[in-house]
Every structure is written in C-alpha cells, then in structure tokens.
C-alpha cells in the first residue's frame, strides 16, 4: 500500500490483471456530508480526465471500474520507476511536451509533480485528482511553478539543468503561449518573496 495526501493506492487484481485500486481516503477536519461530495466528484474528475487526455495523445492508465460512492477508482498498473527516482534532463523534456499539450487543452494539472510520471518506453501520467479546466495563464504559471519549486527541493544540484529541458520540452508543443506565461510565472514569484520578506 502507498498513502498519498489524499488517498490510499492499494495493488489488486482485475479480472486476473494486476491493477491499482485508488481510494480517497476521509478527511475529519472537513463536515461529513461536505467530505463525501468533495471525494465523489474528485474521484468521477480524475477518472473523466485521465480517458480524456487520451484523445490528446497523452499516456495515461486504462480505467476499469469507478465506485463515486467509495470514492474508489480501479485502473491498469503501470510498471516502470517514478520520475522522480530516475530524473534526467530527457525524462524533463518528455514532461514539459506532456503539460504543455495539456495546457494547450486548457487542462490544468494542479499538482504537478516528477512522482506522477511513471517512466519506462514513455512516460504515462498515474494521478490527476486536482485537475481542472481553466484558461487563465495564471494557473498554467501555476502549474510551472509547482514543478520548478520540486525540482529545486529534490534535484537541487540539477534543478537549472531540468528544468530548463522542461521548457525546452513545453517549447516544443507550443512555443506561441510559453512567454505569456513564463511572465506570468515571474509576476507569481516575485509576489511571494514580497510576501515573505
């Protein structure tokens, strides 16, 4: 078993296939009924958009079964490491081309992490439980964000090197949007350290 800040990731069997069975897990600061709702429409997000990205090309695992009421996704294993065990300057290119056909769909990622990649021939994306619709620059900068400040907290050493290749990697789907948001992402970082100091 794999505890995840919102949920529990169980291996099991589909039909005789090994798969993964995904439950978000309660939360007690939050009311009951509002907990359930919150989980149930997260858990129906999550499995819309990993079939919806798809259609985009993207790799993502197969959904088998769907349960809103265990809040309880079913889908295929991905063999293969984390991103984040085996980063290298080619596996940041191949997830920049991944969000950047993301963002191009309007389809934000919302915790945009190396852990969320599983690397073998490709990549495959495993988790999009935070993901959402959105057109504003701000939540793709948001996005980018995320990913440079965990670059920067687990690859220290390499993080300029990463995450260059990354936009190197987002350059290459859509190069038009990029500046606009890098911008935009500039804008963001200087609000926080103004925030902080």
Not at 46 to 66: C, D, Q
Not at 132 to 142: G, L, P, Q, V, W
Request: charged share 30%; net charge positive; aromatic share 12%.
């Amino acid at each position: 078993m794999f505890k995840g800040a919102e949920s529990n990731i169980y291996l099991t069997k589909w039909y005789g296939k090994k798969a993964v069975s995904k439950i978000r897990i309660p939360k007690t600061y939050r009311q009951r009924m509002l907990d359930e709702d919150l989980r149930k429409k997260r858990t129906i997000s999550e499995s819309r958009m990993l079939n919806l990205v798809k259609e985009f090309g993207l790799r993502t695992p197969y959904i088998y079964f769907v349960d809103p009421s265990r809040a309880e996704i079913v889908m295929e294993f991905i063999s293969g490491n984390r991103a984040s065990k085996v980063l290298t300057s080619s596996i940041c290119f191949d997830i920049g081309k991944f969000v950047s056909t993301l963002h191009s769909f309007n389809i934000i990622h919302g915790d945009l992490t190396p852990s969320n990649f599983i690397v073998n021939k490709k990549i495959t994306m495993i988790d999009m439980g935070l993901s959402f619709y959105s057109r504003r620059n701000e939540d793709k900068a948001e996005d980018i964000r995320l990913f440079k400040e965990i670059l920067n907290s687990t690859h220290h050493n390499s993080c300029s090197e990463f995450f260059c290749n990354f936009l190197d990697g987002y350059r290459s789907i859509n190069s038009k949007e990029l500046e606009k948001i890098l911008q935009r992402l500039k804008e963001i970082e200087s609000r926080k350290r103004y925030a902080i100091a």
